[in-house]
């Protein structure tokens, strides 16, 4: 057998000469488009592209979906392909005009995040690298918000996140480039701590429940703060392990513990298995310290009450948004989302549609798509109409601030979209924050060239 | 050095090199010509060539490896973050990591084989991954994934008194970026795929290599002859640990981010899934499937109505209409489908995976050739 006599720096020598013959091209195009105010992937044609990264596949992919038909909506609106019924209540109406986004038509990229982070940092990147977006939004846990969000912060693109409820997203791990149009654990305590004391007195001992990572503990932290304020006490609070599936061996020392509430920080099938094996061991019937024993759910989804099924009756939660809700923006909204697709919108569907007008109103108000002027815009943009009320974007860490649904789970509900009642609505200066309680710094808002 | 390959694995290797360095040309038709993506598949196929040699030759079939990954991603990021932005420090960490790793968990797991080695490389895999998600997330950081921060010390950059960019550093290979989406991070992935490839092959071709062979057609016989073959099985354990610590640290130093969920049973059944798609036991068979699953996943996901309506824009309205309704069942969210649907033609029809097709399309075309031709042909897909 013959061999071929290939010395190790000839091989080396001819693989090094091939990497730069194939890389030069790339680097003078790259360089051409270098200019003055240029930030990563600024249109250059007569469209502009926006990149939607929802969860198609794995446990919210049901989010995933609502979220892309609210997505779709608006790239409707935008183009003024559908008329513009669904924001005639937005403040900021009259600066989109149904011709695009600045006149240049949006297009739109598609991604399956998998809820899993580096799936939905692949999907990004290629949403950036290969499909030229100029923004990515979308989303549906904190872990791939704050994964993505830190993507875009490092390549210059502005990254509009929709369902994500940890603290951390605005906080510890905010940036300069991730806004937040959805609340935090932060403000749902805050808002269910008042309630939570109206209905169930100042004299309380709960147990909490914890799904085990940085989102569950937030909660939990959020939670345990605001009741004590109010005079509670917190009897014990346990960290229970992600998707368990059984609770049994979690639930039946909470009657033992002296504890009159158990407060379920789960979320998605982790509480909806926890509520039904609560409720299932006839916690809700018990009398402790002379009280009916009580359950607290502080994160709602409507599609969380469809999993609980008749369990959730009566239990308290908040939410962001409701379809239910009475102004001028919810109805806009809910009307012509009910037109188009025959239902009524999820709350993800509500939020996705708020960050996408958001970002186009803010790119008409600055009058470009230079990424540093339009995070400007959006900083400290207060608006209203678009169904939370009046609403701020703060500037110190992009978090939006608006009034917080407390509901309660019905105990009638017409349908399965009807499941939920809006106990009460806790008006934003009361869910307020000292952003520098949460740490974490944006960063510089340079831009980026790609 | 170079005696135990012969001229048609030299052509092979030559062959290799060109196909992964000319990616960015022959892939940008097939929309896969970004960096990204390029990245990932270098990546996984590097991760997919580890595993098969554990898995190729001996017939350990390990569903923990991605804990490795895991593993050399962890120990990359905080190399980043800890002393310096520069790739091959991490790399290096990395690897030492992976391979301490590698070499306890195969300690204990290759006390048993067959389904009882699987079993137990999966249970330490999803222990891991447990203890990553949630008690050791001051190190892990949890759900939220280990992330570079402005505060980080990086000692070593700052004593080099390295230049302050505003903004998070980019990782580095001596100056060049590698992360931030760049040409040069999918170079830097490819030469590294391409070393790993050439090891590979020297693995396949020496006498250890046959050492494991042996051990995969029969172990006792292999005892009886003499040969201990705990320390080979170990040693071919630790040294795809290595690999899988190795695309673990390029998943890193590509995109300095590092999440629990990469070290999922999910994952390690990916690697899994790729080799078998591609071919067990043969030498470029991972790469296909380790590409071709990544192509699945990144490119069919992305497809969307619009995308499909332009595709069809030749044909009349109610059949476009028709063809569309069609085809979003497998693209988009139905990937998964498509997928599933691959795996199974290949598994049923093609046993030694796309390897065999390739080596029976061969053997159609060269009927004129010799016998010797053929069976050599047969040993490769069933290597």
Redesign the interface.
Known sequence: ????T?SRRRLLKA?AA??VA??AP??FV?GAYAQDKMSCNMPTGSEVVLGFNVP??GPY?DEG?DELRAYQMAVDILNGDSDADAISAFSGAGNLKGNGILGKKV??????TQT????A???A??M????GAIMITGGSS??VA??VQ??C???GVIFMAALTH?N?TTGK?KKRYGFRHFFNAYMSGEALGSVLAEEYGKERTAYHLTA????GWTQEESIKNATEKQGWQTAQAV?T??GAGDFSQYITPVLNSGADVLVLNHYGKDMVNSLTQAVQFGLREKQVNGKDFQVVVPLFSELMAQGAGSAIKGILGTANWDWKLNNAGTKAFTQAFGKKYGQPPSQAAQTAFAQTILYADACERAGTFYAPEVIAALEGYEHDGLGNGPTLYRAEDHQCFKDVLVVQGKDDPKDKFDLLEIRKIVPRDEVTYDPSIFGG?L??A?AKQ? | M?GN???ND??LIAGF??LV??A??WLAPL?A?????ME?FCIFAIFAIGFNILFGLTGYLSFGHAAFLGVGSYAGVWMFKLFSMNVVLSTVFALICAGLFALIIGYISLRRSGIYFSILTLAFAQMMY?VA??VL?PIT?????L?L???DPRYLDNALGASQS???P?TSFFGIDI??????GF?FC??IL?ICFYLSIRIFRSPFGMMLRAIKSNQTRMKYTGFNPKPYLLAAFVISGLYAGLAGAL?VAT?P?A?A??MQWTASGEVVLMTILGGVGTLVGPVIGATLIKYF??IF??F?E?ILNATFDFLPEGLRHFAVEFSALFV??G??LTLGLVFMIVVIFLPGGIMEGIARIRALFSKKKTQDDAAEGSVVAAE
């Not at chain 1, 085990?212 to 989102?215: A, P, V």
Request: proline residues 4%; hydrophobic residues 30%; glycine residues 14%.
């Open positions: 057998m013959s061999k071929l290939l693989g091939t990497g194939l890389g790339l680097h790259k198609q596949s992919a979906a297009t739109y990229v598609t991604g399956d899993k982070s580096d799936a940092r692949a999907s990147q290629k950036i690298e290969d499909g904190s872990g704050i994964a830190s993507l912060q490092e390549r940890s951390d791990d085990d990572y940085t989102w960290r392990p992600l710094d960063g510089p340079d790609c | 170079f390959l012969s001229r030299w052509l090199t060109v360095l000319a960015p040309i929309g010509g970004y960096p990204a993506i990932k447990n998600y949630s997330t950081n949890g759900e939220t994934g992330q921060e402005l505060s505003i903004g998070l980019r992360s931030g989406g760049g040409m040069p170079y490819a030469v391409i998943m995109d981010l999440g969920e990469r996943e990144n996901s992305a969307n619009n988009g969210e990937w998964f």
